[in-house]
């Protein structure tokens, strides 16, 4: 392993979050933090960081980690053991199981958040030595759909353009992604393209975004319905003679039955207006500015991937610039943005079920071709199980042993309640985790493993535009947390492997990798880095951000694919695909009349183990909620600001009402990201679907039929605590970083005599508490004191009149509290007139809804005035989008 710099040593490295892969460059304190800024020597963001990679300093702390190597005791505790028991137990384990079962019977499941070095070594233990193809990841359920595009299309996995584009573009159209959230660094590069050349910017998705606030044409399409779309502009494009004739006869096959197909689906600008329930008039002005644009790129993220037709939607966004011959040039092409940070790196060495390894999938001669490299002779023959099929293989009791390395399936999968529960059915059940507890570990996970964590890490990941990045180690590894592929390595070593498995460095995994990509290639296969093959380890540790393909021998440039042809497909020419009627996967009934949509928010990721540590990042949405249109709401009693219960025919949940006139009437929308271990009742997974795509195998998200009613609470309030603490049953709760401990925001049925009982058991022990009771009115107020600082507080009152949080969670996080405030606490004001922030908008600077309005109501009329005035959304502009609105919402009050 390498030696870590020393301290205030600043170390360029790549953010863990979403597939931008933004540059960062860390500044370690010496004390297990760091100072974080973006890298304006990366290509990927030209030192720009959106609010999650910003905050990356504050979710440094070893609070929650796992340090040490854990086995399940026969009384159900976990406990303590050493490297070699751990290795030993999973080792030995695999080893039964496959000789009692088979490879079959074992499973692998991977994570986007993985370093290729990792994916790569755990992708050839399973698929070369023991002999399972069962690897698969949580990428099957976020861009499974671009990959069975790409490929049916291009024959290879192949992104063709390049982050250059987006800046190069005179029309980007955005289809199911929220880009000004979910990745805002190449967002504000578009934002910038249309001030700096006036491209024009189209927004489809159901919902309206923040995304949407910014687009010069919003079409708020029906759920599931973008095939359609997309055919009609196909059927427009060759009734207004658009086509480039001669690329599509020099490069192309399938297109006259794809333009059949896309005739009976949507066969005119009226077809497709009922077919999207658009308007007329803004389809034909989409088909238009598409038609007329010469330079368009189309991106695409998990709105079209996320679908049990999402593989059919991505080829009839292809199936369009390649019949305008707009793909492989500057300025125009499809362009799928990565979910994860490297979910490409994944893509590249195999960790999919249905891929191999370096993009050869199980042809007979790559198949030969992988076991001579590996010189493997237990080489898988064919596909293994895809993620759903794989859980539901534990639920059958078919695979035995499953191994989760860097994710949270028992939170993220639909269906995730089934899921969790099919856990228990395993006979060996490993887990490589950072946290100690998580809701899959504690669905009875018998071998943790301690794996490094960002900071920690050291390898390389792939972002969308297929730039190779270093993810480089600034902290130590604290307690005894190893790489992944290191552990992954051992447990080879146990098996008897060893002798394929004997990596010293990161760099010895990479030049493996490289070389592989360029084994045989000659130019048949895509994925080719055979120029990064032979790096030192210095010259590894040294490697700037760079592009593949990087062939040995060959000028290294930013490639584009496809503008000439080249395809990777037998007779080197791209498929047109003839897709199939969109219909969405299960109706609505009575019983179930909406449709629930689930995404994400700003300024958390995934199960929030990482941006939940962050008190920054947690006061934007620090709730988790259901968005629903006020009509739907008024249809089903609800109000905004109370609760709610969403049931599916797979589970509910109960989230926090939110009115939205941008949600489409019929769908409800709801973040992914909360769990057990973060709220009551709130693991929005659990109700999602599992219906797949039958090609890619990728989940729809974004569609399951679903009912909602009002849920009373009686009261409402929270607590702030600097310890760890649990809260009744039936009361229903979100868990809210806060600087130096945690808040709890609670709805209850727990009358106020109960909190005053309950207090000296959530507050520090030998705390000196305060309180103010009114019965009559149902409010509790408590503080709790310890030498002089103010330590906790529970705080409850009527349900119409909810207790405000800001003051006191801010004198909270201040610890020391004056005389004066001390007495004004019980009030929720402080002595010094601080007011209620409301909702943080901007994440950077920690800058409140109240205090927008009040700007807004001294006059500033647009984001830079407020920017001046109160800094919000200078930084990484993630905010700007809602300040637009919230500037307009103002001027309509007014
Ligand atoms: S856009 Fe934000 S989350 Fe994505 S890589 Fe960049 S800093 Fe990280």
Redo the contacts with the bound molecule.
């Keep these: 392993m390498n030696a870590l710099p020393p301290h205030s040593h600043t170390v360029r490295t790549t ?1 863990p ?6 540059g ?1 460059l860390a500044t370690p304190d010496g004390n297990g933090g760091a100072t974080i800024s973006g890298d304006s020597r990366h290509p ?2 030209s030192g720009r ?2 609010s ?3 905050a990356l300093g504050e979710t440094l702390s070893l609070g929650q980690r796992l340090l040490h190597p854990m086995l399940r005791q026969a009384d159900g505790s976990l406990g303590r053991v050493n490297w070699d028991t751990a290795l030993g137990a999973v080792a030995g384990g695999l080893r039964v199981i496959a000789d009692r079962d088979g490879p079959g019977a074992i499973a692998f499941y991977l994570s986007g958040q993985l370093l290729t070095e990792d994916y790569y070594v755990a992708n050839k233990l399973m698929k070369g030595f023991l002999g399972s193809a069962n690897v698969d990841t949580n990428s099957r359920l976020c861009m499974a759909s671009s990959v069975a595009g790409h490929r049916r299309a291009f024959g290879a996995d192949t992104v063709p353009g390049i982050y250059r584009d987006l800046d190069e573009a005179d029309l980007v159209v955005l289809v199911g992604s929220n880009a000004a959230w979910c ?4 967002y504000q590069r578009i934002v910038a393209a249309r001030s700096e050349r006036s491209a024009k910017l189209i927004v489809i998705d159901p919902r309206r975004t923040a995304t949407a606030e910014d687009a010069d044409l919003f079409l708020s399409i029906a759920p599931g319905m973008d095939t359609a779309l997309f055919c009609g502009l196909l059927a427009h494009l060759a009734q207004t003679q658009a086509f480039d004739r001669g690329y599509i006869d020099s490069y192309t096959t399938g297109f006259d039955e794809a333009l059949a197909r896309a005739g009976e689906i949507a066969g005119d600008v009226a077809a497709t207006a009922r077919a999207t329930a658009l308007d007329e008039a803004d389809v034909a002005r989409f088909f238009e500015l598409f038609r007329s644009t010469e330079r368009v790129v189309t991106c695409y993220s998990q709105g079209v991937n996320q679908s049990a037709q999402g593989t059919d939607k991505v080829n009839a966004i292809i199936n369009v610039h390649l019949a305008t011959g707009r793909i492989g040039r500057p300025g125009m092409g499809p362009f799928s943005f990565t979910g994860q ?1 490297n979910a490409m790196g994944g893509r590249e060495v195999g960790g999919l079920a249905n891929q191999l390894a370096a993009h050869m999938g199980f042809a007979p001669a790559e198949l030969d071709r992988v076991r001579r490299f590996w010189n493997a002779p237990r080489l898988v023959t064919g596909e293994g199980l895809k993620a759903v099929d794989m859980f539901e293989a534990i639920e059958r009791g078919t695979i035995k042993a499953l191994w989760i390395m860097a994710t949270n399936p028992a939170v993220s999968l639909p269906r995730a309640g089934a899921m969790r529960a099919a856990l228990q059915n395993l006979d060996l059940f490993v887990v490589c985790e950072n946290v100690l507890s998580n809701d899959t570990v504690n669905a009875g996970a018998q071998v943790l493993l301690p794996a490094v964590a960002w900071g920690e890490k050291d390898g390389t990941v792939t972002n969308s535009e297929r730039r190779i990045s270093r993810q480089r180690a600034f902290l130590p590894p604290p307690g005894e947390a190893r790489p992944d592929w290191w552990i992954v390595s051992e447990v080879a070593r146990r098996l008897n492997f060893g002798a394929a498995f004997d990596y010293r460095s990161p760099a010895a995994v990479f030049r493996e990798h490289a070389t592989l990509s360029a084994f045989e290639n000659g130019g048949r296969r895509d994925f080719d880095i055979g120029a990064l093959a032979s790096l030192s380890d210095e010259a590894y540790d040294a490697l700037d951000a760079v592009m593949w393909p990087a062939r040995a021998g060959e000028p290294r440039f930013e490639q584009r694919f496809f503008g000439a042809g080249g395809f990777f497909t037998q007779d080197r020419r791209a498929r047109f695909v003839a897709p199939q009627s969109p219909r969405l996967h299960a109706a609505t009934n009575e019983a179930f009349p909406l449709r629930l949509n689930t995404g994400r928010v700003r300024d958390q ?1 995934h199960t929030m183990t990482r941006t939940g540590t962050s008190p920054r990042l947690s006061a934007h949405s620090p709730e988790p909620f259901i968005e629903v249109h006020p009509a739907d709401a008024e249809q089903a009693k609800l109000a905004d600001g109370g609760f709610a219960k969403i049931t599916t025919p797979y589970g509910n949940v109960v989230l926090k009402v939110v009115l939205r006139t941008g949600q489409q009437r019929g769908s409800i929308f709801a973040p992914m990201h909360w769990s057990d271990a973060t709220a009551a009742h709130a693991r929005v997974g659990d109700t999602v679907s599992a219906a797949n795509d039958p090609v890619s195998g990728q989940p729809e998200a974004k569609a399951t039929p679903a009912r909602i009613e009002p849920v009373a609470y009686a009261y409402r309030g929270f607590v702030l605590t600097r310890r760890s603490i649990g809260l009744p049953a039936g009361t229903w709760y979100a868990r809210v970083a806060v600087t130096g401990g945690i808040g709890l925001l609670l709805a209850t049925h727990e009358p106020p005599a109960f909190w005053r009982d309950l207090a000296p058991r959530l507050m520090p022990d030998g705390a000196e508490l305060a309180e103010y009771i009114d019965q009559s009115r149902g409010v509790t107020r408590i503080a709790a004191f310890s030498s002089g600082r103010f330590d906790g507080s529970i705080f409850v009152g009527p349900e119409r009149a909810p207790p405000q949080w800001d003051v006191v969670r801010a004198l909270f996080e201040t610890g020391t509290i004056s005389e004066r405030d001390r007495r004004m606490l019980l009030s929720g004001r402080s002595a010094d007139g601080m007011a209620e922030t409301g909702p943080v908008i901007c994440a950077c600077f920690g800058v409140g809804l109240s205090a927008i309005r009040e700007i807004i109501a001294a006059g500033a009329g647009n984001v830079a005035d407020i920017g001046r005035a109160l800094r919000a959304g200078t930084n990484c502009g993630s905010c700007v989008p809602e300040l637009r609105v919230i500037i307009e919402r103002s001027a309509q009050a007014a």
Excluded: F, Q, S
């Design positions: 953010c979050y979403c597939g931008v892969g933004c960062v990927a963001n960081l959106c999650k990679g910003a990745h805002p660094v190449l940070p990721w």
